[in-house]
């Protein structure tokens, strides 16, 4: 049995919208996002939401190998009929699992100095995201500097963000979810160890 | 007979079928509906949604295409207990009517339902808009004037 999306696709992904769009204005801050969606696990509604939101039959979609063949890969096509992307460099959106797939930022698409915009936008799961002691995030949109904790966190995600960011004007954004919470690290954010 | 047909006349005879739903009457499918598949159980996976469509012209056939205008759609996704998946397409903002004619495509997908859809459903269906087309063509055909060009001889030689 296919699992339904927003049972009032215009609202519910204009609100869905605003808030990606408010936790992308200031980097770090959690927004509300999905409540009342239930996707097929393991995707989270936060996810979903930000996957049956932003993409379309126009944005190849690329899901990481841990959620590719799945039920959840099933729902997001069917929803958005958005066709799959072959490789993450090709892809408009990206979904993966930060507990069962590698975050290589690197291997998505990076925009054109023309268009910076034809980057992918990573969607990423996280086991938790909370605004609290862990990484420091600076830049535009965070007055002074702004904490998040998410886990699990890559091993070499701090070199991989900076290598991220110094890339500027290109570079992907980052949405990380968990439950129906989410946050966003745009491409313009500078992020250090916490501690 | 039905295991050996093709995925292509499988492909073919859902268009038919879908082409025939689309241009049901409301009333074409609700009276079978409720008299016939009253337990088909069938539920939406995304609600009944109105927009436009953009229809497409050719010229003489050959020609190139272009943009004719938009049209009213609306769209229904159905699914049944079993898991097949209905799909219809109508013009106008119906949304019972695209929701019905959306059910037929799924009941018509189950094997041994299909014979009851096309007879009860179908062919009706494909009765009257064969008796529309035969008396607009009769219509079309009591002012149709024939014109002969008579041999004048002045071209012989």
């Known amino acids: 049995m296919t699992a339904l999306a927003f049972a009032d ?13 408010r936790a992308i204005a200031s980097p770090g801050a959690i927004e509300t996002c999905g409540r009342g969606l239930a996707p097929p696990s393991p995707l989270s509604p936060a996810a979903a939401a930000a996957i049956l939101t932003l993409a379309d039959f126009e944005t190849p979609l690329w899901i990481a190998s841990s959620l590719r063949g799945g039920e959840a890969a099933a729902y997001l096509k069917f929803h958005t009929g958005a066709p799959l992307a072959a490789s993450p460099d090709r892809a408009a959106f990206a979904l993966l699992d930060l507990e069962r797939d590698r975050l290589d930022l690197k291997s998505f698409a990076q925009g054109t100095a023309d268009y910076p915009d034809r980057s992918t936008t990573v969607v990423a799961e996280t086991r938790s995201l909370a605004r609290r002691r862990g990484m420091r995030i600076a830049g ?9 904790d998410f886990s699990p966190t890559p091993d070499d995600f701090l070199s991989q963000w900076e290598a991220n960011r110094s890339a500027f004007p290109l570079g992907v954004d980052l949405i990380l979810t968990s439950g129906i ?4 690290l745009p491409r313009s954010v500078r992020v250090t160890g916490g501690e | 007979m039905l295991e050996d047909v093709s995925a292509e006349n499988e492909a073919a005879a859902r268009r038919r079928a879908m082409g025939l739903l ?25 609600p009944v949604e109105t927009g436009l469509a953009m229809l497409r012209g050719r010229a003489g ?6 943009n004719l205008g938009e049209a009213t759609v609306t769209r229904a996704v159905v699914e049944l207990p079993g898991g097949e998946r209905g799909y219809a397409h109508v013009l106008g903002r119906d949304a019972e009517r695209a929701r019905l004619a959306a059910i037929f495509d799924a009941l018509w997908q189950t094997p041994h339902r299909r014979r009851l ?33 008579l041999r004048r001889g002045e071209d012989d030689p």
């Open chain 1, 181 to 184: 919470e989410l946050a966003i």
């Open chain 2, 117 to 149: 859809v096309e007879t009860c459903v179908l062919e009706p269906i494909a009765a009257r808009l064969e008796a529309e087309r035969a008396r607009t063509s009769a219509e079309a055909a009591a002012t149709r004037v024939d014109f002969f060009t």
């Open chain 1, 9 to 21: 696709p215009a609202v519910e992904s204009q609100a869905a919208f605003r808030a990606i769009l």
């Open chain 2, 22 to 46: 689309a241009r049901a009457l409301s009333s074409e499918l609700s009276g079978p509906l409720e008299q016939r598949f009253a337990g088909h159980g069938a539920r939406e996976l995304k």
């Open chain 1, 140 to 148: 535009p949109g965070v007055n002074g500097t702004a904490e998040i």
């Open chain 2, 61 to 66: 056939g050959d020609g190139a295409p272009f």
